[in-house]
């Protein structure tokens, strides 16, 4: 159940069953995080109900992912914390602010520039997998709100 979980219900399996690599697999989390952002959207849900559904995530990712980290690993396939993190990104957003949101979060994983992404990721177990993609959401987060404010 955990590892089905921490792979966002598997979608963080199929880039290793469709080309050998789990290279890709925190993309597949990240569009699940970005899919529920849309369905939350389309059913109009107010921006608090956004902000459960991501920390309820991020709780979820904690729980989930832990058997997983042993010796500080962060398993390829494992994609719960991206879908955290995007939904994290997606607080409060539509239009261009959410697409910024979107795209803004899952490049400030990807490259750990950003102030505080990298040395989030190294913490230790659960945490370190989370923190990094939550942060990075709310880096996304943040500039989804500046476009939307222009």
Same mark, same amino acid.
């Given at each position: !159940?955990?590892?089905?979980?921490?792979a966002? #219900?598997?979608?963080?399996?199929?880039?290793?069953?469709?080309?050998?690599?789990?290279?890709?697999?925190?993309? !597949?989390?990240?569009l699940?995080?970005?899919g529920? +952002?849309?369905?939350?959207?389309?059913?109009?849900s107010? =921006?608090?109900?956004?902000?459960?559904?991501a920390a309820? #995530?991020?709780g979820?990712?904690?729980?989930?992912?832990? %058997?997983?980290t042993?010796? @500080?690993?962060? %398993? +390829?396939w494992?994609c719960l914390d991206?879908t955290? +993190?995007?939904? $994290?990104?997606?607080?409060?957003?539509? @239009?261009? +602010? =959410?697409?910024?949101? $979107?795209?803004?979060?899952?490049?400030?994983?990807?490259f750990?520039?950003?102030?505080?992404?990298?040395?989030?990721?190294?913490l230790? @177990?659960?945490? @370190?997998v989370t923190?990094?993609?939550?942060?990075?959401?709310?880096?996304?987060?943040?500039?989804?709100?500046?476009?939307?404010?222009?």
């Open positions: !159940m955990r590892r089905i979980l921490s966002s #219900l598997g979608l963080g399996l199929l880039p290793r069953r469709w080309r050998g690599s789990d290279s890709g697999a925190g993309t !597949m989390g990240a699940l995080g970005a529920i +952002g849309l369905l939350l959207l389309a059913v109009e107010p =921006w608090w109900v956004t902000a459960l559904v309820a #995530l991020t979820l990712s904690l729980w989930a992912v832990q %058997p997983f042993a010796d @500080g690993a962060d %398993p +390829g494992v991206e955290a +993190g995007t939904v $994290v990104a997606l607080v409060g957003l539509g @239009g261009w +602010g =959410w697409v910024a949101a $979107v795209i803004v979060a899952r490049l400030a994983d990807i750990k520039v950003l102030p505080g992404i990298a040395a989030a990721e190294r230790p @177990g659960a945490i @370190g923190a990094d993609d939550v942060l990075a959401g709310l880096y996304g987060l943040a500039v989804g709100w500046i476009v939307t404010a222009l």
